[in-house]
Nanobody, 127 residues
Framework: QVQLVESGGGLVQAGGSLILACTLTGRPFNDYDIGWFRQAPGKEREFVAAVRRSGAGTLYAEFAKGRFILSNDNAKRSVFLQMISLKPEDTAVYYC????????????????????WGQGTQVTVAS
């Protein structure tokens, strides 16, 4: 059974940075595309970024381009989301998710396409 664990959230001042980590266990890491999503209070869950299995490509939401960077470490079975120039509107619970479906690129941003989810990590950006 796939398990995902996020870490790295916390409180940061506007303009600061954080690195979130998502570690996958239970199945081969390279069998899965990994997505990051976030959900702020009273809002729907929204796509942040995704990386194809084996690092074959990435997709970013418009708001994430230029500020958020994905990387992965196969040895650590982890995907990292580096976030810089953080804004108060980035405040949310950040979730990572995994799918082994064969998805077209545009579906990587769709939460129902992911079968496994982590518990989330809180990111709070103070103004």
């Amino acid at each position: 059974q796939v398990q995902l664990v996020e870490s790295g959230g916390g409180l940061v001042q506007a303009g600061g940075s954080l690195i979130l980590a998502c570690t996958l266990t239970g199945r081969p890491f390279n069998d899965y595309d990994i997505g990051w999503f976030r959900q702020a209070p009273g809002k729907e869950r929204e796509f942040v970024a995704a990386v194809r299995r084996s690092g074959a490509g990435t997709l970013y939401a418009e708001f994430a381009k230029g500020r958020f960077i994905l990387s992965n470490d196969n040895a650590k079975r982890s995907v990292f989301l580096q976030m810089i120039s953080l804004k108060p509107e980035d405040t949310a619970v950040y979730y990572c998710a995994a799918t082994d479906r064969q998805l077209d690129y545009w579906l990587l941003g769709s939460p129902p396409q992911y079968d496994y989810w982590g518990q989330g990590t809180q990111v709070t950006v103070a103004s």
